[in-house]
């Protein structure tokens, strides 16, 4: 059996913001006295800057989370990665074969973030200044503190690590306990390696299907109605490219789902495929055929 120590690591993104919202009496209170109630039934927070004010920050790392469940192009590359598998408490597998890759996608997107943070720093003040004005009766100082405070909130991190093999583990408690132990990390390494097969032929599945269904709703005579776009090609094209690294157990199954994927897109491109009604239709069968072949293998 593979060793997933052997064939990945793991990686871990963690980041935060400002909510800048607060529980307010005040609010609360006329909320309960307008709707006839008490604050047994209803409370109300106030927020602290309008809301367009705080998005740049928030939408890179909400993006860099997006890129590592698969769902998001990186910026660097500008290519999607099928998303990695959960190991725990946050931290992901990442296939060593996607190690450059994804390391320089969300250093990109780290770079954004504080880019993104700066420019906060800089419109705050007036951010501030217009919550004073604009709602005075629920303005309460003491809930901001300094621009530093505020910025101290933001946070963006990425961390590695090694997975866990059992052949590293040393000790002087008895072999039952050693073996025992050895066991037990060997059989979660074995579990996770499943969820990584899980996770990519869910992918596949996912992606195939989304194609089948874009290439068989399309309606040349009324396209706004259905449209294809190029990114239903684009993420089987990055899919087709990253399934070797995601397929940590080498399964030729999978290996021969890559393949059919290949040839359902060929080199045609999305424009092609709006143009060619038969093209458009073969694809859509092929594409159809490939996420439930896969379906049915792993089922």
Request: hydrophobic share 40%; proline share 4%.
């Given at each position: 059996?593979?060793a997933l ?8 993104l963690?980041g935060?913001?400002?909510k800048a ?15 006839g109630t008490t ?12 809301k367009h004010v ?13 890129y590592l ?5 990186g ?6 990665i099928?998303?990695l598998p ?5 931290w992901?597998i990442?296939?060593?074969?996607l190690?450059e890759?994804v390391?320089r996608?969300?250093?990109?997107y780290e770079?954004e973030f504080f880019?993104?943070v ?6 705050l ?9 604009e709602?005075?009766d629920?303005?309460?100082?003491a809930?901001?503190?300094s621009?530093?405070d505020i ?5 963006f ?5 090694l ?7 040393r000790?002087d408690?008895?072999k039952e306990?050693?073996a025992?132990?050895?066991a ?8 996770k390696l ?11 599945i996912?992606?195939?299907g989304?194609l089948?269904?874009a290439?068989?709703?399309?309606d040349p005579?009324n ?13 089987v094209?990055?899919?087709?490219g ?16 890559r393949?059919?994927l290949?040839?359902v897109v060929g ?12 093209a458009r239709e073969d694809?859509?069968?092929?594409a159809r055929?490939?996420a439930d072949?896969?379906s049915n293998l792993?089922d």
């Amino acid at each position: 059996m593979t060793a997933l120590h052997e064939k990945a690591a793991l990686v871990s993104l963690k980041g935060s913001t400002w909510k800048a919202t607060v529980p307010s009496k005040k609010a609360t209170q006329a909320a309960a006295e307008t709707h006839g109630t008490t604050d047994k039934w209803v409370t109300a927070s106030v927020r602290l800057v309008e809301k367009h004010v705080l998005e740049g920050p928030k939408k890179v790392l909400g993006q860099a989370r997006h890129y590592l469940d698969g769902k998001s192009a990186g910026p660097a590359d500008g290519k999607t990665i099928g998303g990695l598998p959960l190991w725990e408490e946050g931290w992901r597998i990442l296939p060593n074969l996607l190690n450059e890759q994804v390391t320089r996608n969300l250093g990109q997107y780290e770079s954004e973030f504080f880019d993104k943070v700066e420019e906060l720093r800089a419109v705050l003040p007036t951010a501030i200044d217009t919550a004073k004005s604009e709602n005075p009766d629920l303005f309460v100082e003491a809930n901001y503190g300094s621009i530093d405070d505020i910025i101290e909130r933001y946070t963006f991190g990425v961390e590695y690590n090694l997975i866990p093999d059992a052949n590293d583990i040393r000790s002087d408690a008895s072999k039952e306990f050693v073996a025992t132990l050895k066991a037990q990390v060997t059989g979660r390494a074995d579990r996770k390696l499943k969820e990584v097969t899980d996770k990519v032929t869910g992918t596949i599945i996912e992606v195939a299907g989304h194609l089948a269904n874009a290439l068989e709703n399309y309606d040349p005579d009324n396209k706004s109605k259905s449209p294809f776009r190029d990114s239903a090609i684009d993420k089987v094209r990055d899919l087709i490219g990253v399934i070797p690294a995601l397929n940590i157990s080498g399964d030729a199954k999978i290996d021969k789902a890559r393949q059919d994927l290949l040839a359902v897109v060929g080199n045609k491109s999305a424009k092609e495929f709006r143009e060619d009604d038969n093209a458009r239709e073969d694809a859509a069968a092929k594409a159809r055929a490939v996420a439930d072949n896969i379906s049915n293998l792993f089922d």
